[in-house]
């Protein structure tokens, strides 16, 4: 979705009143909040749109700032290292090994740069992020690749897929990070019974 | 603060979990004393002194240990305490401070490395060297407790924990003279029994030739404090049926006791009573029966007995309990020493 075309085309409708209403919902959002959340949040929202950078808050960064800006504003973040594995795992909340090979491999392509990585990359980075010791890596790995989290790469390497990429973004919230998952599996052919193939051939 | 040349010990408390008797669960110990203290709001250093690396390989993958290995010896990129103690041994500088692991919650780790045994076996002439009042023999002597100092002040550790080889080699003579704390676990056999004999004379010897070295020592040079205390020893491994010790097992905890008080704490005493306090069943730390499925999980996945996921929620619960009362004995029986050092 590209919200400043969005933004764009609402230039043309009423301001005033408009923006009330907007107030209004976004504040009561707001106020569903804690402090700290509440800034991060218009920091990330802030970001998100484009309308300001975030130094100009006067905020740090926080973690979830850049998972959301990292798929929209990749320039802008993929430098900034300034958020440790140990944290990004923290606010991502993985429950699984296979979400978490997927949140180690989303760090190291958007915060180290290192587009294609082997398992022991992914075992390095789990090391350093004091995340508990993966059972079987190579397997974790491996399953990632199966459900399309990762993408094979030259020389055995992995790379983080599209859906993959999405669904860290999504993380922690666990529906949608589901859903997307689900939209992105390709339907099965459903099989024919016998009497329908025997109508078909009719 | 440039590690080499200050002289800072801090306030972190180091306690070695010695035995010379292999397979008595040090490092089993270790990590989930470790994980006990840590929730109860410590900071702790594992050091993996114990060139087999076997709590290396406890809390970090098997790929990444290898491969950490496999860099140790690198100028720049080592990060074992082989990494840090070996411009020490190539003679061509001080060590190099390395940056721990975090794997638990609070609880950091300084890999283990192979190579220890070369540093080990240097360790041998650089002791001869300290009676020679060589300034080279005190920097090799010293280079770990210099190394655990400089990391311990910046983490701002509680306690460091020194998880020691089974053997009476110049690395644990060093190690456990740079202790404030040792705690003796024992397996419920013979053969730790037997062990338990040789250890009192053994630790004797280490603080009287130490002794000598620092009456004779040249000033400014850094010297271990060389006044192990006997914190408490925690029989392991035995099968308990129907609430009881197994008759098989429940027969050594006596002689264990007896072992510890009279091969050990007397020994200790005749030399100076500062260094067994604690003696008869009051040194008893606590009782780690065998916890089977979840100490072997524990293993496995890296993490304490109370997290594993594997066995009966009762036995973990009962694993946390057993190791909360002894890292709260260890917070009791050490406090005098936490304020002192608190103090300084």
């Given at each position: 979705m590209d919200y400043r075309a969005t933004r764009n085309e609402s230039v043309d409708v009423n301001h005033s009143s408009n923006d009330l209403e907007i107030l209004n919902e976004v504040l009561a959002a707001f106020r569903k909040l804690e402090a700290d959340s509440q800034e991060r949040m218009l920091n990330t929202v802030a970001t998100f749109l484009g309308l300001n950078p975030r130094h100009n808050l006067g905020m740090s960064p926080g973690p979830a700032n850049h998972a959301v800006a990292a798929g929209n504003q990749e320039s802008l973040f993929s430098e900034d290292r300034s958020i440790s594995p140990k944290q990004f795992m923290f606010e991502k909340q993985p429950k699984t090994d296979v979400e978490k090979v997927a949140c180690l491999a989303y760090y190291l392509t958007h915060y180290r740069g290192v587009q294609h990585f082997k398992t022991l990359d992914i075992s390095k980075l789990n090391t350093e992020a004091a995340q508990v010791k993966f059972a079987n890596a190579a397997v974790a790995v491996d399953n990632a690749t199966k459900r399309n989290y990762l993408a094979p790469a030259s020389k055995g390497s992995k790379q983080l897929s599209a859906l993959g990429e999405q669904y860290v973004l999504a993380l922690p919230d666990r529906e949608r990070a589901r859903s997307i998952a689900e939209s992105a599996r390709p339907r099965r052919k459903s099989r024919k019974t016998s009497q329908q193939r025997t109508h078909d051939d009719e | 603060m440039d590690p080499n040349t200050t002289s800072s010990r801090g306030r972190a408390l180091r306690i070695a979990v010695f035995n010379h008797k292999g397979g008595v669960g040090k490092t089993t110990l270790n990590v989930n004393i470790a994980a006990a203290l840590a929730s109860l709001g410590k900071k702790i250093l594992l050091v993996d002194s114990d060139p087999q690396c076997n709590l290396t390989a406890y809390l970090i993958e098997e790929a990444v240990v290898d491969d950490l290995l496999d860099t140790s010896d690198s100028a720049d990129g080592g990060r074992t305490v082989w990494s840090a103690v070996k411009p020490v041994v190539d003679a061509t500088g001080n060590i190099r401070i390395i940056e721990p692991i975090e794997r638990l919650s609070n609880v950091f780790i300084l890999p283990g490395d192979i190579r220890l045994s070369e540093f080990e076996q240097e360790l041998s002439p650089m002791w001869s060297e300290c009676f020679q009042r060589k300034p080279k023999g005190f920097r090799g002597t010293t280079a770990i407790s210099h190394l655990v100092d400089s990391v311990a002040s910046a983490y701002d550790i509680d306690f460091v924990f020194y998880d020691a080889g089974p053997n009476i080699g110049p690395l644990n003579r060093v190690l456990l003279l740079d202790c404030d704390y040792f705690i003796v676990p024992a397996a419920c056999d013979l053969f730790s029994i037997r062990a338990l004999k040789t250890l009192g004379h053994t630790l004797l010897n280490w603080i009287n030739e130490w002794k000598t070295i620092v009456e004779l020592a040249p000033t400014n040079v850094h010297l271990l404090p060389g006044l192990p205390k006997f914190l408490g020893y925690i029989p392991q491994r035995f099968r308990v049926y129907g609430g009881d010790v197994a008759s098989s097992y429940a027969k050594y905890l006596p002689r264990i006791e007896r072992g510890i008080s009279s091969d050990l704490v007397t020994v200790l005493r005749r030399l100076n009573p500062i260094l067994a306090p604690f003696s008869g069943?009051?040194?008893?730390?606590g009782q780690v029966k065998d916890f089977g499925t979840i100490a072997t999980a524990s293993q496995t996945q890296g993490e304490p007995m109370k997290d594993v996921n594997a066995g009966a929620p009762e036995q973990r619960a009962e694993a946390e309990q057993v190791f909360l009362e002894i890292a709260k004995k260890i917070i009791t029986r050490t406090s005098p020493d936490i304020a002192a050092a608190a103090k300084k």
């Open positions: - | 069943s009051a040194s008893e730390l």
